[in-house]
Structures are given as structure tokens and as C-alpha cells.
């Protein structure tokens, strides 16, 4: 053993986020919590009752996702014809999702998936997610993807682009200068 070696020094790992740590949780809380009302469900109706709820959740899930899908499809076609840029497809998504989620095996899912489908709840939802993308977006670091968004964002609606080029000619004898002799930029 040598005492003048040094053990290396490694740096300080980032914190976890408290997403990261709680999500996991979250995740096995729904699942015992979905598995133990479909055991209450069973209990009392039979499992046959059961499998028949799962089974029309799935379908039910299945028609909603794919009239969102067509929803969605429309709003785009539309939107190409006129030429203009294509709306917000948030009431889509979240129709989407609540497909999804009545999809999913589970009576908390499919309330979860049944509150998302009243306009109400979905206009609340959309609201609140915008507003934490935006503020998201704002905290973001210079240079990041939230400054391309922000500019993105400060684009003219009608989505109008003129090509063209810009050549200028700052040599002596431009029409627009007028003393003939402006000293060059510097960067």
C-alpha cells in the first residue's frame, strides 16, 4: 500500500429529479390499486362481469382513439387544402389519450379516460398543459430549445414566406450612404 497515492476524486453526481424519484411509486401504487378494484369487482359481480368490462373498455378505447385519428387525419387534409398551417391538435391528443387510457386493463383508467372525454375537463387539461410547456419553455437555458420555440412563436400566423436575397453594397458610391466614405461594421 502506498500512501501518497490519491484516490480519484469523482464529481458530484446531479440530484434526482422529484418526478424520477416519485414516478416509479406512482406507477406500482395505480397498479395494486387497479388490480385490487378489479378483485373487488370480481368478488362481487364474478369474473365473468369482469372480463366482459375489460374486453368493452378495450373496445370502447379502440373506437374513441380511431375517431380522433380520423378527427385529426380531417383537420390536416382540410388545412393542406387551404394552404394555411394546421391547427392545434390538442383536443385530438387528449382524445387520444383518454382511448388509450380506457384501453388499458382497469376501472381507474377507464374513469381516468372517461373524465378526459368531457369538453369541460379536456379545455381545463389542454389549458394547464399549455401553461406549463410555456413556463417550461421560459425557464429553459439560452440557447436551448426554448429559444427556438420562442421564435417559432413569433412567426407571422399566416405562416407566409417571401424567398428572396439581401445584398448589400457598402463599398464607396452606394446610393444610400451618403457621405460615400462609412466606416466598415465590426463584429
Known sequence: MTSGASSPTYPARPRRSRLRTLLPLGVAAWLVLEIWLLL???DAAGGLAV???LVA???GGAAVVKRAGRRAFANLSESL???A???SGGANGLTM???LLIMLPGLLSDVVGLLLLVPPVQKAVS???ERTIDRKLRAAVPGALGDAFQQARMRQPDGKVVPGEVVRDD???NPHDADGDRPPLTG
Open 51 to 53: 372480463f366482459l368490462l
Open 81 to 83: 387544402q387551404r394552404g
Open 127 to 129: 389549458a394547464y398543459t
Open 40 to 42: 373487488l369487482v370480481a
Open 85 to 87: 398551417p394546421p391547427q
Open 97 to 99: 389519450l383518454a382511448g
Open 57 to 59: 373498455g378495450l373496445v
Open 171 to 173: 463599398g464607396p458610391g
